[in-house]
């Protein structure tokens, strides 16, 4: 399970600066942003690797820190890396370089690569990628590192403020996230996380990104204590109903979902309980896309409680 993080305002606010410049630089464009045009701007090059052709790997790199590997010259280490850490793309700075895994769907791409490309608008980025010694990949750094580049390549792809404002100008639903992807061009899963994060500053939203919730579409290496991919809480859900555990929400979830192969499994009123022991209700809906289900949940009210006389 991967729960997002969230960065300081700080943080934010000098990477926003950054993806600012470059969508001046391609003149504030239209949606769905072109990433040619990004690379291209920036000077950036694009590789693909395979497992069966991991060519694009096998040449001279001068120095790289791959999560935790130091790699001196030695092309053979880092192919070693990226088959350990199971590597879906990386940066390499000397060589201004993108690679991608070509075995991926090709639209898990989009997001991959706008990924790295926020690991190289950001300076202390490529301190890291070269072992900079003052810059030790211990693993909340780790975290704190990819938390920056997703919120790079996050506020890239959904061109900022152009998003955030479709977003809270619409209802918290499914459909308009439906209607978001096709518009923004990114994946449902994408989508779904940024707006979460985006629509839920000022009220409680949660999202999940899980295998299918009904007990007889659950693949055999369904694990029951770590049940979703992505738990997304929007800034005040974290904050208000932190100790909300994801297997919680699941099996809640899992119990209004039906059988379908794809499309809406259901949705229903659930009630959460808020750090402070209060309880209130959200309104969740999930949508399976014969891949991934997306769940959104969204806060409703407090929830009155009778008290008998």
């Known amino acids: 399970m991967s729960k997002n993080k969230i960065l300081s305002d700080k943080t934010?606010?000098?990477?926003?600066?950054?993806?600012?410049?470059?969508?001046?630089?391609?003149?504030?464009?239209?949606?769905?942003?072109r990433l040619e045009d990004v690379r291209h701007l920036l000077k950036l090059d694009k590789a693909f690797y395979t497992a069966k052709n991991p060519s694009a790997v096998q040449e001279k790199i001068s120095r790289i820190r791959?999560?935790?590997?130091?790699?001196?010259?030695?092309?053979?280490?880092?192919?070693?890396?990226?088959?350990?850490?199971?590597?879906?793309?990386?940066?390499?700075?000397?060589?201004?370089?993108?690679?991608?895994?070509?075995?991926?769907?090709?639209?898990?791409?989009?997001?991959?690569?706008?990924?790295e490309i926020g690991h190289s608008l950001i300076p202390w980025h490529e301190d890291v990628m070269h072992g900079d010694n003052n810059h030790t990949l211990l693993p909340h750094c780790h975290e704190e590192i990819e938390a920056e580049a997703?919120?790079?390549?996050?506020?890239?792809?959904?061109?900022?403020?152009?998003?955030?404002?479709?977003?809270?100008?619409?209802?918290?639903?499914?459909?308009?996230?439906?209607?978001?992807?096709?518009?923004?061009?990114?994946?449902?899963?994408?989508?779904?996380?940024?707006?979460?994060?985006?629509?839920g500053r000022e009220r409680p939203l949660v999202g999940m990104i899980t295998g299918h919730p009904h007990k007889s579409k659950r693949k055999p290496?369904?694990?029951?204590?770590?049940?979703?991919?992505?738990?997304?809480?929007?800034?005040?859900?974290?904050?208000?109903?932190?100790?909300?555990?994801?297997?919680?929400?699941?099996?809640?979830?899992?119990?209004?979902?039906?059988?379908?192969?794809?499309?809406?499994?259901?949705?229903?009123d659930l009630i959460l309980t808020d750090d402070n022991g209060d309880d209130h209700r959200f309104h969740f809906e999930t949508f399976y896309n014969t891949h991934d289900a997306l769940t959104l949940g969204v806060y409703r009210g407090p929830e009155a409680r009778i008290i008998a006389a």
């Open 12 to 33: 934010a606010h000098d990477i926003d600066r950054r993806v600012e410049r470059v969508l001046k630089g391609l003149g504030n464009p239209e949606p769905p942003l």
């Open 66 to 115: 791959v999560a935790t590997i130091q790699v001196y010259e030695r092309p053979a280490l880092l192919w070693d890396a990226i088959k350990k850490l199971s590597l879906k793309a990386l940066y390499l700075p000397d060589r201004r370089r993108i690679l991608l895994d070509g075995d991926l769907p090709e639209k898990k791409h989009r997001w991959n690569e706008a990924h």
């Open 150 to 199: 997703n919120f790079a390549g996050g506020r890239l792809l959904f061109l900022q403020d152009r998003f955030t404002e479709e977003a809270l100008s619409s209802s918290a639903t499914i459909s308009v996230i439906k209607a978001l992807h096709g518009k923004f061009g990114n994946t449902l899963s994408t989508t779904l996380y940024r707006f979460v994060e985006v629509a």
């Open 221 to 268: 290496d369904f694990d029951a204590m770590n049940p979703t991919k992505y738990f997304i809480q929007s800034p005040m859900f974290a904050e208000r109903f932190s100790k909300m555990s994801e297997r919680e929400v699941f099996n809640a979830v899992a119990g209004y979902c039906g059988a379908q192969r794809g499309g809406i499994l259901g949705e229903r």
